[in-house]
């Protein structure tokens, strides 16, 4: 794998775009808090995994349309958003995930003019954050039911189960359900247990995920079947490599 930049990548929020307004992504983070649990009778610490957290941070340009990044992000909700940052938008690429809550929208005007706004967001779903990989490549238009693109993840199956995320940008149509496949060979394909999201009809976001002892096929698509004539959305998928119960 040759190293990259972080050139072409994009920020979503609960549904929005954000990432035309974005001037970085200053933290995309999480892990299990690390527990001392050192003995008397050890000469070197000892710890253990405890909860686990995570969120992404960024710096946002000032944008006052209606309907802008700065309305969306002034909101400051109460309630869960979904971060989501995408490096490179290919199919198959990683992706970060992470149900959170929004803790600011801190605005700084510079001495040379620039008005930028600091934003954090920490995980408040008990799934902290995921590295998961594209099922769309960034954002994917579909016009009427689709069987999107394979995703290879090169080994499988596991049994582990998934977890999955949704951003829903734009809809005009009765309701899209976006379901995940899965095939042993690229070719037979079939749902995943589990592996359907809730039928949107607007914009949303959703997380779901599977039974924890559930195998996973090696390739994963995602399909959609509704009534509608246009359905922006994107789709991340981490299909779980070890044993975890979030």
């Not at 490096?87 to 620039?114: E, F, W, Y």
């Not at 379901?179 to 995943?192: F, H, K």
Request: hydrophobic share 40%; glycine share 14%; net charge negative.
């Amino acid at each position: 794998m040759t190293k990259q930049s972080g050139l072409g990548d994009y920020l979503y929020i609960s549904g929005f775009d954000a990432s035309g307004d974005i001037g970085s992504v200053n933290r995309v983070g999480g892990g299990p808090a690390v527990l001392d649990v050192t003995a008397i009778n050890k000469l070197a610490m000892e710890r253990i995994g405890g909860v686990r957290d995570g969120g992404i941070d960024y710096t946002s340009f000032f944008n006052p349309a209606v309907g802008g990044t700065h309305e969306h992000l002034a909101a400051l909700p109460t309630t869960d958003v979904l971060m989501t940052y995408v490096r490179g938008a290919t199919l198959g690429g990683p992706v970060a995930c992470c149900i959170a809550k929004q803790l600011n929208h801190d605005g700084s005007r510079g001495d040379d003019g620039a008005f930028t706004f600091a934003g954090s967001t920490q995980s408040s779903a008990g799934s902290g954050l995921e590295w998961c990989q594209g099922l769309t490549a960034g954002q994917r238009t579909d016009t009427a039911a689709t069987n999107g693109p394979t995703v290879d993840l090169l080994t499988g199956p596991t049994t582990f189960g998934l977890q999955a995320y949704l951003h829903v940008f734009a809809f005009t149509g009765t309701s899209v359900t976006v379901t995940i496949e899965e095939s042993d060979d690229g070719v037979a394909w079939g749902a995943v247990t589990g592996g359907a999201f809730t039928a949107a009809t607007g914009v949303t976001h959703q997380r779901i995920a599977t039974a924890r002892d559930q195998a996973v096929k090696r390739y994963l698509r995602a399909v959609t079947t509704g009534t509608f004539t246009n359905a922006v959305f994107a789709v991340a998928v981490n299909r779980n490599e070890v044993e975890t119960i979030l």
